[in-house]
């Protein structure tokens, strides 16, 4: 079946540092989401990512998705402690409906 | 409009005993899905449904089951619980053809 990694599972940083998280998928997607999750908190969807190189920003946070759509990064500038949180990708496959495959996420503590 | 919601927030079984997590959401959603969140395990599928009437397995379906029976209900039924499925559970729902899910606040399960 589909397996999607994602890297670093964890990632300690100073305010004011940037950050990169990258998501790979064992096969081809047909589109890539990111979700932010708080500590105790639920996922809450950031951006979905349809077409080959697609490059997205939402203020300091800027995705990409691969040329091959089988890999994602997301790298935010700066950041803030409201950045802390859990960072999850999700991959759709290419067939039919197919369910979102979600990374074990890349949890992000920033200290001021 | 309360979006996903879902009950209890908290439970505690003993090992055997069978219960329903609900989850209901008032954005008129085809899709809805369940998931377990386990400590560096990311979010796997339990159990999804693309309209009333209509379910399917996800990743981990074993003791678990569903019905659809309206647009706005999705339940979870815990045959006879086991430690292995203390996890905290999200339900989520996503319109049709948007893709971007929604999640509930989870329900924090433990199984003694």
């Known amino acids: 079946g589909q397996q999607v990694m994602q890297i670093p599972q964890y990632q300690h940083v100073q305010e004011g540092e940037d950050f990169t998280t990258y998501c790979n998928s064992s096969t081809t997607l047909s589109n890539i989401q990111w979700y932010k999750q708080r500590p105790g908190g639920h996922p809450v969807f950031l951006i979905q990512?349809?077409?080959?190189?697609e490059v997205k920003k939402q203020k300091r946070l800027t995705f990409q998705f691969g040329e091959a759509k089988k890999n994602s990064s997301l790298h935010i500038t700066a950041t803030q402690t409201t950045d802390v949180g859990t960072y999850f990708c999700?991959?759709?496959?290419?067939?039919?409906?197919?369910?979102?495959?979600f990374g074990k996420g890349t949890m992000l503590l920033v200290s001021p | 409009n309360a979006g996903v919601t879902q009950t209890p927030k908290f439970q505690v079984l003993k090992t055997g005993q069978s219960m329903t997590l609900q989850c209901a959401q008032d954005m008129n959603h085809e899709y809805m899905s369940w998931y377990r969140q386990d400590p560096g395990m990311g979010l796997r599928l339990i159990h999804y449904?693309?309209?009333?009437?209509?379910?399917d397995q996800g990743e981990v379906p074993n003791g678990y089951n569903v019905s659809r029976s309206t647009t706005e209900d999705f339940p979870l039924r815990l045959l006879s619980a086991a430690p292995s499925q203390t996890s905290v559970y999200f339900c989520?729902?996503?319109?049709?053809?948007?893709?971007?899910?929604?999640f509930g606040p989870g329900t924090r399960l433990t199984v003694t």
């Open positions: 989520a729902s996503s319109r049709a053809g948007s893709y971007e899910q929604y």
């Open positions: 990512l349809v077409k080959s190189g």
């Open positions: 999700a991959g759709r496959g290419n067939s039919g409906y197919s369910t979102l495959t």
């Open positions: 449904s693309v309209g009333a009437g209509i379910t």
